[in-house]
């Protein structure tokens, strides 16, 4: 089964940046809406921001609004999360997968993003 590949975590600093990229293959995300959802230590995980189809629409998460941008390419079959004025409460795994997601998954590996205050 194909899985998205998610990578550009790190640890970054209380206002600092990161770019997630998902990455498909044999455009898996092709004719899906996406989002990227995170999971912090304890917690379920949650969606913080969706982009439509054709990447005309997007939408947010109110805890993120204003700080994350969502793009998609479909010529490479990528989704991008831009995250700007990182906070601590942002520490988590991310994951991107379609939207809304399979009950019962798959998931990716995700990628970490650890935020220090």
């Known amino acids: 089964q194909v899985l998205p590949v998610e990578s550009g975590g790190g640890l970054v600093q209380a206002g600092g940046s990161l770019v997630l990229s998902c990455l498909g293959s044999g455009r898996i995300f092709s004719g899906y809406a996406m989002g990227w959802f995170r999971q912090a230590p304890g917690k379920a995980r949650e969606w913080v921001a969706g982009?439509?189809?054709?990447?005309?629409?997007?939408y947010y998460a109110d805890s993120v609004k204003g700080r994350f941008t969502i793009s998609r390419d479909h010529t490479k079959d990528t989704v991008n999360l831009h995250i700007n004025s990182l906070k601590p409460e942002d520490t988590g795994v991310y994951y991107c997968?379609?939207?809304?997601?399979?009950?019962?998954?798959?998931w990716g590996q995700g990628t970490q993003v650890t935020v220090s205050s």
């Open positions: 982009i439509s189809r054709s990447g005309a629409s997007t």
């Open positions: 997968n379609k939207d809304p997601p399979p009950v019962n998954g798959p």
